[in-house]
């Protein structure tokens, strides 16, 4: 049962043995070093590069719906870039306006 | 002969024209070589060496995908064209500077 569904896994027009697999796979990878940044002070993000990883994230993830084959790996890696791009945008926004209400009190 | 007008219509109404997330997709990308452009007039000091070399084997992977996917996007397949040759150009930039660096604390 199990050795059926992994053979239909292992043979998936979107799987292993195709760049279909592999190319999302790698860019899980920057997701991942993009979810380090987290811990990075506010002042070192860039709003440019943060819009566009979120700008990337949620046009691609309408692109991996459009295409053949239908590319789920591809999706959801885009999904998080986006996700991670506006938490890292709200972070950034959230510390220029605080503080600038700060100085705007003073 | 196609009138301008003509050419206009079939880019505008094509199956991957910008109606569409297959042109999106790639427009979007754009933005990495764009900034690696820039980032060619920086000294090569400042160059993320780990980066620059994910980069290479994700644009790699990605002009592999450009070819194989359903419909072909050979429009995808330039833009990780041209950043592939950008990033091996900043590799070489960053690999001098350090084998620099070397030679010069000798």
Redesign the interface.
């Known amino acids: 049962m199990a050795a059926a569904k992994l053979q239909a896994l292992w043979n998936h027009p979107a799987g292993p043995k195709?760049?279909?697999f592999?190319?999302p796979t790698?860019?899980w990878?920057?997701s991942i070093?993009n979810i380090a940044d987290f811990s990075k002070p506010p002042e070192k993000l860039s709003y440019?590069?943060q819009i566009?990883v979120t700008?990337?994230g949620i046009?691609?993830s309408?692109?991996s719906t459009?295409?053949?084959?239908k590319n789920w790996n591809l999706f959801s890696v885009n999904i998080a870039m986006a996700g991670t791009g506006l938490y890292q945008l709200s972070r950034k926004l959230r510390h220029d306006y605080s503080s600038e209400a700060a100085v705007a009190k003073e | 002969m196609k009138t301008l007008m003509e050419l206009l219509n079939s880019f505008w109404n094509s199956p991957v024209g910008p109606k569409t997330a297959h042109f999106w997709g790639p427009a979007v990308n754009w933005g990495i070589p764009i900034a690696t452009v820039v980032d060619t007039r920086k000294p090569a000091e400042t160059i993320n060496g780990r980066m620059t070399t994910v980069m290479c084997v994700y644009s790699a992977l990605y002009m592999r995908f450009a070819w194989m996917v359903q419909p072909r996007n050979i429009h995808l397949l330039i833009c990780h064209a041209s950043n592939e040759t950008l990033q091996l150009y900043q590799l070489s930039r960053w690999a001098s500077a350090h084998g620099a660096e070397e030679r010069g604390s000798k």
Request: without cysteine; glycine residues 4%; charged residues 10%.
């Open positions: 195709t760049i279909h592999w190319a790698f860019k990878g920057i070093a440019p590069q566009a700008a990337t046009i691609w309408r692109y459009v295409i053949t084959p």
